[in-house]
């Protein structure tokens, strides 16, 4: 079982910058891809980025291309999203997700570990 937990969301103006991190439990974390996903309030949850298992080969959404970036330590088993340039349409609740594969994806019914969410509010 893994867990995933969140962290270093919060408020932000626009075209600030935060950092969110993931960081997994368990000693399997290398082995998984990871995603982040997002759930505006009254929106259904979409694909944000995603990572492979090794870091080399990552997937953006095309709202956040140019403005957030993906990377992970696997010796510290963590994934972080470096979000900048922020817009109010950024504010919703960001999640952490790994699947029991290498690859990335986008499909979040491919994801298997779900941590609880981080709040990220966008104001201007």
């Known amino acids: 079982q893994v867990q995933l937990v969140e962290s270093g969301g919060g408020l932000v103006q626009a075209g600030g910058s935060l950092r969110l991190s993931c960081t997994a439990s368990g000693s399997a974390f290398s082995s998984y891809a990871m995603g982040w996903f997002r759930q505006a309030p009254g929106k259904t949850r979409e694909f944000v980025t995603t990572i492979s298992s090794s870091g080399r080969r990552t997937i953006y959404a095309d709202f956040v291309k140019g403005r957030f970036t993906i990377s992970r330590d696997n010796a510290k088993n963590t994934v972080t999203l470096q979000m900048i340039s922020l817009k109010d349409e950024d504010t919703a609740v960001y999640y952490c997700?790994?699947?029991?594969?290498?690859?990335?994806?986008?499909?979040?019914?491919?994801?298997?570990?779900w941590g609880q969410g981080t709040q990220v509010t966008v104001s201007s």
């Open positions: 997700a790994g699947r029991s594969s290498s690859l990335e994806s986008s499909k979040d019914h491919e994801y298997r570990y």
